[in-house]
């Protein structure tokens, strides 16, 4: 699995635009080719999302589709483009049910 960080910094508007709207943001991402999982998370000085993808070319296209979305969509408050972090999934597990 490969994971990718968008760490919006400096931005706690863009995260509540993206919280609002969340169906659109799950339709995106969830039509990458191979999603796992998505997460974005707020802090008091922005936040980031998380994205992981069976591989890097479904990691990729997630930065793809999002930096698209945001262009499109909120260009007038994601003036700055977030930090990048990626990498390959060392470590992954889940609650148990």
């Known amino acids: ?4 960080v968008r760490h919006y910094k400096g931005n706690p508007q863009l995260m509540d ?3 609002e ?3 659109d943001v799950e339709a995106l991402i969830r039509a990458v080719p191979g999603f796992v999982a998505y997460n974005l998370v707020k802090s ?3 936040g980031f999302t998380v994205t992981v993808c069976e591989d890097k ?4 296209e997630s930065v793809k589709r999002a930096a698209a979305y945001l ?3 909120l260009a007038s ?3 700055e483009p977030p930090e990048i972090i990626e990498g390959e ?3 992954h597990f889940v609650r148990s049910a």
């Open 89 to 91: 999934s060392a470590v």
């Open 1 to 4: 699995m490969y994971t990718v």
């Open 21 to 23: 709207r969340q169906a």
């Open 17 to 19: 635009a993206l919280v």
């Open 77 to 79: 408050i994601a003036v």
């Open 57 to 60: 070319a479904g990691a990729d």
């Open 44 to 46: 008091a000085a922005g």
């Open 71 to 73: 262009k499109e969509n």
